[in-house]
């Protein structure tokens, strides 16, 4: 059983907010009956019409982007700018799952399978998140240990961390690391490097749960397999 407005909005058809609108002004039918009540709950049984046209059930689409700089992770920007979206030419509502900065590339899941996201975004589903960082400075044991032991961001404490000194580059005066989370807090590789006195110059997210760039040039995608889809909800199970 689910919500009229949201199996509208889940069609494909418009957003939440407009079904809801539709279905008060009395354009919206279940079963040859005009249902004007919000929250009005149906099954996939049901049949929905729109202005008596039967509402299609958008086909779930799952894909894989290796997001490039410069680009924001949303829908639509008021400024008019590209998004993530807009690399992906399909015709179902398809939206980012999670977020990375307009200046972060990298692994970036893109669907219209709410259900799916949610998994995927869920704490408790503690999915591995690998990123790859430069910053600026040479940076020091302590500071390594303290950041693998979790550092306060944003008034809390962030989760143990793996992190991995991949280079010291004394002539640039900068510092390569792989950091491995299990959170998805807002900007938090930069934030957590912050906290310790470095600057992130870089950030490329290399690898989110079993999903990773390989065959992917910058701003290139893929289809997910049925079987990659299936193995992120069995985490559901765990
Ligand atoms: N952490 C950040 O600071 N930015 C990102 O884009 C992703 C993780």
């Known amino acids: 059983m689910e919500r ?66 410069g680009i924001i992770t949303s829908v639509s920007d008021d400024k008019e700018r590209k998004t993530v979206v807009d690399l992906i030419p399909c015709n179902e509502r398809i939206y980012p799952v999670g977020r990375l900065d307009y200046d972060t590339t990298g692994v970036l899941i893109l669907t219209n399978d709410g259900d799916f996201a949610n998994i995927l975004m869920h704490p408790s589903s503690e999915v591995e998140k690998v990123y790859i960082v430069k910053v600026k400075g040479i940076i020091d044991k302590d500071a390594i240990n303290t950041l693998k032991n979790g550092v306060i961001i944003d008034g809390k404490m962030t989760k143990q961390a793996k992190i991995k000194l991949r280079k010291k580059d004394y002539k640039t005066n900068t510092s390569m690391l792989t950091v491995t989370i299990h959170e998805g807090r807002n900007h938090q590789v930069k934030k957590m490097f912050e906290s310790v006195g470095y600057k992130v110059l870089k950030l490329k997210r290399e ?32």
Do not use: C, H, M
């Open 4 to 69: 009229l407005q949201k199996v509208i909005a889940t069609s494909g058809l418009t957003s939440r907010r407009k079904a809801e609108d539709l279905i008060k002004a009395g354009r919206v039918k279940v079963n040859n009956v005009i249902v004007r009540e919000l929250g009005t709950k149906v099954t996939s049984k049901d049949i929905i019409k729109v202005d008596d046209k039967e509402l299609i059930k958008e086909k779930k689409v799952y894909y894989l982007l290796n997001k490039p700089r």
């Open 207 to 238: 690898r989110e749960f079993i999903f990773d760039l390989k065959g992917l040039k910058s701003g290139e995608y893929r289809t997910l397999t049925p079987k990659e889809v299936a193995i992120v909800y069995s985490l559901k199970t765990k």
